[in-house]
């Protein structure tokens, strides 16, 4: 099925839940509501004609301050060969999605890292926690206004200052006495 | 909280809750392929859940890419997977071709990429193959393998200079052409690697204590693995037929004959480890193939020929994702139109892969631990990335 | 009982053709070099230590913009006419270098340096055996103007603006009297 017919069934479906589709685009994608995101994956996951059954991918992306944040999902058949992107719109500030995990199980990994590098909260998700950053880090780094706290765990990040001493400079001078 | 050392060589903690017991593993094990700390529920023997905790080999590629022009990004990429680099090029490289709508591009170059793959495919799975011996007590597989490995290594650093880390496919080109007679000397390795693969054989893949070893733990079924999108040798293991070098061909795949290699469970369980190993074996004989027709049709000609000057992609965002020796590695990237990439996301086959462990090696053995996280061969520099 | 001894009789087999493979390896030549005796012939353009022949660099900068990750600093003193020289390959030299180190330990020896330098004066030599004990000795210093001179180069081009400024207004001047 050609993304266009994907778009018209998916209007057909939820009407103004739909809120547009770029077909000019590299892959074309179709724009959903937040909060339809989980009905939608989940009509498109078991409808027999669509069986999305591969989520490929699964990003939060950040146009810049003071503009929206996105979450991309591409879904793939693999046992009707088509693909789709869906693309979520979330406010810069508090911004939640429904979660997709209970559909794709892979999603549930991804959902931890855009939540961890956006700050993007996944309503109803069972382990929603920081996954490639330590727990006590500060900020979503990812986000292109994102400044770098300024002590970690008492270390100044990003270190700057003095050469550190290591013990070889110490044993250097050491060996250069007579 | 008690550390006891063990085989003195890692220590394991045990914190008791209830009458489970929590059983750190990692993050400096020697099997766990780099840094990667998996916490091990267990109920006497058997494991009631497995836990991974990732990132410590965070490196922070994406935002990196964020502030680079696209070509300065290859280098990073080749950081992502260290042991398949030439892949971890390709996906990225066929990426931004394809946002940038470029396709004309010269038949040298489309050969000396698939050259490369294929090549790299070999080194990286005679790597997850060998270590996955040493996971399970064979330590002379794991040398031999080195050895061969090595010879590729070889030949990489002959075309592009370096080692590990290339930097060698570029957008729309190559850094330089393959040097002369390239072309005979890769043939002359892969009529002395073919029996080797045979002597890897007889020497592990079909020793009765390995397969009994391996044939019926860490089963992943099918539609657990689609589920959790493993992909790759993990998936074919499974017995699910899928190759994008088949099914999507990229570059020009769909010029030469190979098979897909899948698990059978001949020996066990259709999905267990050894499935998945034994793809990779396999894999690496059709990879000769592939190499041996590639080789022999090696066209002429400056592969550079369409090699853009500047790279500005149009705005917009494209995914790709392309057959990486450890799964299916895609890459998202949105342009604004500018010189360096606005996003640029890794979609990375093992970050899948270690996230389905749970699925796999629940209800599993201790000890079975560490040949299933060893079977599904990961690379933890592309899952902190 | 049959199968439990097949079994036996498999594992004893196949460890046993294991055996007869490695018993033949002892007569093959080992592979191994022993490195700080032996060392085998690099291929002729590796990729090891960069050197810039410093006599022939024009100080466009080219190198400095592809590095990935800013290992080389470049500082440029504008020359004044007379001292304009030309390198071995035919580029006019219009800066004096006074400054070229490139931090070695940062140096993710990637190439994309080499590639756009007009006239080839940076490049990787197959020389690998650079370690050193302090990590500021991998900086290296290319340029070979010493520093004491960098105060009157600086004064000589400080003077050669104003002149050429003074110039210009003499000229406006001209120009607005006509
Ligand atoms: S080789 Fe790469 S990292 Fe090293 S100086 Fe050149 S551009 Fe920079
Ligand atoms: S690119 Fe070459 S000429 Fe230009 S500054 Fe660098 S080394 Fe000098």
């Not at chain 1, 979520?88 to 199980?105: A, F, L, S, Y």
């Not at chain 2, 002369?180 to 054989?201: C, I, Q, S, T």
């Not at chain 3, 001894?5 to 294991?18: D, M």
């Amino acid at each position: 099925m050609t993304a266009e017919e994907i778009y018209q069934r998916l209007q057909e479906r939820f009407g103004d839940q739909i809120l547009g589709f770029n077909a000019k685009a590299v892959d074309p994608s179709v724009r959903v509501a937040a909060a339809a995101i989980h009905e939608v994956a989940e009509y498109l996951r078991h409808d027999p004609q669509l069986q999305f059954d591969l989520l490929m991918c699964l990003s939060g992306v950040d146009y810049g301050p003071g503009k929206h944040l996105e979450v991309v999902y591409h879904l793939f058949s693999m046992s009707r060969r088509h693909k789709i992107v869906l693309k979520v719109e979330v406010p810069r500030q508090g911004g939640e999605v429904p979660t997709v995990c209970d559909i794709w199980r892979t999603a549930e990994w991804h959902e931890r890292e855009v939540y961890d590098l956006f700050g993007i909260r996944f309503a109803h998700h069972p382990d929603l926690r920081r996954i490639l950053l330590p727990d006590d880090w500060e900020g979503h780094p990812l986000l292109k206004d994102y400044q770098v706290q300024e002590f970690y765990h008492g270390v100044r990040v990003p270190y700057v200052g003095d050469p550190p001493q290591t013990g070889l400079e110490v044993y250097r001078t050491q060996e250069q006495e007579p | 909280m008690v550390t006891q050392l063990v085989a003195g060589e890692y220590h394991l903690s045990y914190e008791r809750q209830g009458d489970d017991l929590i059983l750190q593993m990692g993050p400096q094990h020697p099997s766990t392929h780099g840094v990667l700390r998996l916490e091990l529920v267990t109920d006497g023997e058997l494991i009631k859940r497995i836990t991974p905790h990732i990132g410590y080999l965070h490196r922070c590629f994406e935002k990196h890419a964020e502030a680079m022009t696209y070509p300065q990004v290859i280098p990073y990429v080749d950081r992502m997977d260290y042991v398949a680099a030439m892949s971890m090029e390709l996906g990225y490289v066929l990426t931004v071709e394809k946002l940038m709508g470029l396709t004309d591009l010269p038949e040298r170059l489309q050969y000396i990429r698939v050259i490369m793959a294929e090549f790299q495919r070999i080194a990286s799975h005679l790597l997850a193959v060998g270590t996955y011996g040493l996971d399970t007590g064979a330590v002379t597989p794991f040398l031999w393998c080195f050895r061969d490995r090595e010879k590729i290594l070889d030949l990489f650093e002959w075309a592009s200079g370096a080692r590990l880390l290339y930097n060698y496919l570029w957008i729309g080109g190559v850094m330089q052409d393959l040097p002369p007679g390239f072309a005979e000397k890769a043939m002359e390795f892969l009529d002395y690697f073919e029996p080797r693969v045979k002597e890897l054989n007889d020497l592990l893949s079909f020793n009765q204590i390995f397969i009994e070893r391996t044939a019926n733990i860490g089963v992943l079924p099918p539609d657990v693995a689609i589920s959790y999108g493993v992909g790759g040798p993990n998936l074919r293991g499974s017995g699910v037929r899928w190759d994008l070098r088949k099914e999507e061909p990229y570059c020009i795949y769909d010029r030469f004959d190979f098979d897909v290699p899948v698990g059978t469970g001949e020996f066990g369980t259709l999905g267990a480890a050894w499935d998945r190993y034994m793809v990779r074996v396999r894999e690496m004989l059709e990879s000769i193939k592939i190499l041996r027709q590639a080789l022999d049709q090696l066209p002429g000609g400056d592969p550079n020929e369409a090699m853009p000057r500047r790279v500005r992609p149009p705005e917009g965002d494209a995914f790709m994702r392309t057959e990486s020796p450890r799964g299916e590695i895609g890459f998202y990237i949105v342009s604004d139109g500018s010189e360096k990439p606005l996003r640029c996301k890794g979609r990375s086959p093992c970050f899948t892969a270690i996230s389905a462990i749970d699925a796999i090696g629940r209800g599993g053995l201790i000890a079975d631990a560490v040949a299933i996280v060893g079977s599904l061969d990961i690379v933890l520099g592309e899952i902190d990335r | 009982m049959r199968q439990y001894l097949l079994n036996i009789w498999n594992a004893f087999w196949t460890v046993l053709v294991g055996m007869r493979l490695t018993w033949r390896h002892l007569f093959i030549p080992a592979v191994t070099v022993q490195y700080p005796d032996e060392r085998w012939t690099l291929p002729p353009n590796s990729r090891m230590q960069l050197f810039v022949n410093i006599d022939d660099c024009i100080g466009c900068r080219q190198c400095e913009r592809a590095c990935p990750v800013e290992c080389i600093t470049i500082d440029l003193i504008k020359a004044v006419p007379e001292d304009e020289r030309e390198a071995s390959t035919g580029h006019k030299v219009r800066f004096h270098v006074t400054k070229f180190d490139i931090d070695m330990a940062k140096c993710c020896y990637c190439n994309l340096c080499t590639i756009p330098c007009p006239t080839e004066c940076i490049y990787m030599t197959p020389s690998y055996e650079d370690a050193a004990p302090d990590r500021f000795d991998l900086i290296y210093h290319f340029a070979k103007i010493p520093p004491e001179k960098i105060p009157e180069l600086e004064e000589k081009a400080r003077r050669f603006e104003e002149e050429e400024a003074a110039k210009k207004t003499k000229k406006k001047a001209a120009v607005a009297a006509n």
